[in-house]
């Protein structure tokens, strides 16, 4: 077995592969940088600083924190915590690492504000019981696993905020894969990052314009490639609706999960749900 | 011919020309990629828009016309002489322009009190003499590419240059086409990464003659056929080219290689019509220039490989190597480079792979990009060549020199002829330090 299975870990990790490109605009004091594949999807980071060097370093702490969370939230990566978790919690009370735990404490938490309509194991959260005492976690049901899929962007982005933050780097736009932006500042020639939405399904065509400034967006939609690939929990129907919702809210991690549920909610749900968001700002648009 | 809505025209072409430079790197990288535009300012344009440089030219064939319809729309520029000892050019060119004076023989019309410039459009073995005849006359030159058909021509052309309070140009139109100094700058600033190498190539499918109305012309009208008066597809094409690498790695090789024969057209003419020659740069970087006339497949170009991405100089085209990047993020970083405030479109559900092809290619200029099939033996349009005549004929008038034009091409000749000393000895040739200017970096 052991044979094999190395071949195959080789395989997975060239498919794996990130690569991370970045140039500094010398005369507009622009960093970009961009990392490929990387938790399913690529991200781009805009700098405005005239610190060069700096921007490199904060460049590479991201990289690096961006590639630690890719495995500690892979489930497919059998050197994953997730992957081990999800494999023995079915039959055994798993210690987990600090940080997981309280991940999952904050899922269970939106959770139950989204009226179980966020949902890491996408059918039955409450088969995931969390110890806290013990730090421990273990499933009540066999078929339960751990997806992060709905908020694994939005919490790297919170931690890359940190990076950001603590290095001083007050403007910059931060990509990930396109559903979620992350906005500090502005813009070197405006006072926000002005942004556009695209209708997926006819190339060219505008749906909206976002102002951004000192905040996280997230979106939400279906795209004529990927019809099938958000799940309501409680009917397990995909959600197939021509549809892309936004969302404006203080952290990623909240705007991510937030532009999941509202995509599954009816609109009952979605009043109920943003009852206990005040400041968050929910728009829909209908394709 | 030169009607006000042309002049107009031509005006505005350069100016936005200077315009649109402005604006790559705010115009400190720019200096340092195109030395020789420092002179060419808008400001510096319209402190001369009411004098004229009074200009000859020697050699009105196929290019000479193509440089007389180009200076007949500068406003800056009045051709008052012509000179050819082909009676049938000579006429078709002053058709053009009847006003200016008539010469067969360019040392009497050297000799004109009238004339402040001359730009010299014959065939490579004339280049030399007619040069050093010109600077010496007093006059301010403007020579075709190559710059000689010998290395010791090109080197008493450089002495003379040394010497000389006059301004001395090359037809490199290359250095004064927007599309290359975008794309040297923006390698240069590191946009793709180390260059590891470099291939350029020039094809096309003709014979390269021109029609000879009666035997004793052949060697005259078809001197590019010619060792006597050719050095054949490297002095012809690749000297573009092998500027254009040397411009790229910021130094010139020190070693070529080559094999050269006539393979197709084998028709009484001496230089080769297939030519494969590797150029070796002392950091190991390698320029392979490949040219063949008889199949066009493969047009013309100059691929700058770097360790994160390639260059298409001639294409005006870029690729990543790994990383294609996001439209809307360099949407947004063209939009910074502009000082343009505007919404981008990066806002959508998630990116997945699949729905992003790799190679996709990048343009150095948005939206416009004058790209040409090389197959043309005059001249393309728009490829810088008549923003070079323009600046010639700006500083015929100021007396400023401009900077490297004329070691850039000796450098490219230089190569063009040590290629042609490979092919034929068939051995390895270095860079011959007698022929070493201090402008070389090898
Ligand atoms: N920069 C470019 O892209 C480019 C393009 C084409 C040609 N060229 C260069 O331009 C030069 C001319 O090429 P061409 O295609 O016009 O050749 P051509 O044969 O069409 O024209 C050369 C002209 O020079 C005349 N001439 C020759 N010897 C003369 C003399 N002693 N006195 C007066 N006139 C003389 C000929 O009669 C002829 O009219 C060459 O050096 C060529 O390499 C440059």
């Known amino acids: 077995m052991e044979g094999p299975c190395r071949v195959l870990r080789a395989v997975l990790y060239l498919f794996s592969m990130n690569t991370d490109y970045s140039h500094y605009y010398d005369a507009s004091s622009l960093f970009h940088g961009s990392l490929l594949n990387i938790m399913g999807t690529r991200l781009d980071a805009v700098f405005i600083e005239t610190d060069r060097a700096l921007c490199e370093s904060v460049w590479q702490k991201t990289v690096a924190e961006l590639l630690r969370l890719d495995k500690m939230f892979n489930r497919f990566d059998i050197e994953s915590e997730i992957y081990s978790v999800n494999l023995r919690a079915p039959t055994e009370r798993v210690v987990a690492s600090d940080e997981l735990m309280s991940v999952l404490i904050s899922c269970k938490r939106y959770h139950l504000l989204s009226r179980g309509l966020f949902d890491v194991t996408l059918s039955d959260f409450d088969a995931v019981d969390l110890d806290t005492e013990h730090q421990t976690i273990s499933f009540s049901e066999k078929n339960v696993s751990i997806d992060f899929g709905a908020c694994a962007k939005g919490y790297a982005l919170d931690k890359v905020k940190q990076v950001l933050v603590e290095a001083d780097i007050k403007d910059a736009l931060i990509d990930f894969g396109n559903s979620s932006v992350l906005a500090l500042g502005h813009h070197p020639f405006g006072d926000c990052w002005k942004i556009s939405v695209e209708n997926p399904f006819r190339t060219g065509e505008i749906v909206d314009e976002i102002e951004l400034r000192d905040v996280a967006l997230s979106i939400s939609g279906n795209m004529p490639t990927h019809l099938k690939h958000i799940v309501n929990p409680r009917t397990h129907q995909f959600i197939e609706d021509k549809k892309i919702v936004s969302i404006i809210a203080q952290n990623s991690f909240e705007a991510e999960i937030l532009s999941t549920a509202l995509m599954i909610a009816n609109h009952e749900e979605q009043k109920k749900i943003l009852s206990h968001f005040d400041h968050a700002l929910f728009k829909e648009y209908i394709l | ?442």
């Open chain 2, 1 to 442: 011919m030169s009607t006000d809505k042309n002049t107009k025209q031509v005006d505005l072409e350069l100016r936005q020309f200077i315009k649109n430079l402005g604006y790559i790197a705010g115009g400190t990288a720019l200096l340092t990629t195109v030395p020789w535009l420092q002179s060419f300012t808008t400001d510096k344009l319209s402190e001369i828009k009411n004098e004229k440089a009074r200009v000859a030219i020697i050699g009105t064939g196929s290019r000479g016309q193509y440089h007389i319809l180009n200076l007949l729309r500068i406003p800056h520029a009045e051709i008052v002489a012509l000179c050819d000892n082909y009676p049938p050019n000579l006429k078709t060119a002053s058709d053009l322009c009847p006003k200016a004076k008539t010469y067969n023989d360019y040392r009497k019309m050297l000799e004109s009190k009238d004339i402040d410039g001359v730009i010299i459009c014959t065939p490579l073995n004339w280049h030399a003499q007619m040069v050093l005849d010109s600077l010496a006359a007093g006059k301010h030159t403007f020579c075709e590419k190559s710059m000689a058909l010998t290395m010791d021509e090109c080197k008493a052309i450089y002495e003379a240059y040394l010497r000389t309070d006059r301004v001395l140009y090359f037809g490199m139109q290359r250095l004064f086409d927007e599309k290359y100094i975008k794309g040297l700058s923006m390698i240069h600033s590191g946009l793709i990464g180390d260059i590891v190498g470099i291939r350029c190539h020039w094809f096309r499918n003709n014979d390269w003659r021109r029609p000879v109305p009666s035997p004793e012309l052949e060697r005259k009208i078809n001197w590019r056929l010619y060792w006597e008066s050719s050095g054949g597809l490297t002095t012809e094409l690749a000297t573009h080219q092998l500027e254009v690498s040397n411009w790229a790695m910021k130094r010139i090789p020190e070693s070529v290689v080559g094999m050269g024969d006539i393979v197709f057209w084998k028709d009484g003419r001496e230089v080769y019509d297939s030519i494969s020659l590797t150029y070796h740069y002392r950091n190991g970087v390698k320029t392979t220039y490949e040219s063949l006339i008889s199949n066009k497949f493969n047009g013309l170009g100059e691929q700058i490989l770097g360790h994160k991405g390639t260059m298409e100089l001639e294409k005006g085209q870029y690729f990543f190597e790994d990383v294609a990047p996001a439209p809307g993020i360099l949407q947004l970083i063209n939009n910074v480079e502009k000082r343009v405030f505007s919404t981008v479109p990066i806002a959508g559900p998630s990116w997945v792979p699949e729905t992003a092809s790799k190679q996709k290619p990048h343009y150095v200029i948005e939206g416009m990009v004058h790209t040409t099939s090389g197959g043309s033996m005059v001249g393309a349009e728009n490829d810088g060549s008549d923003n070079l005549i323009s600046a010639f004929c700006q500083s015929v008038i100021t007396g400023e020199k401009a900077k490297d034009i004329v070691e850039e091409c000796y450098s490219s000749t230089m190569l063009c002829l040590l290629g042609n000393q490979a092919m034929k000895e068939q051995r390895k040739v270095d860079f011959p330090d007698e022929y070493k200017i201090p402008y070389l970096k090898f």
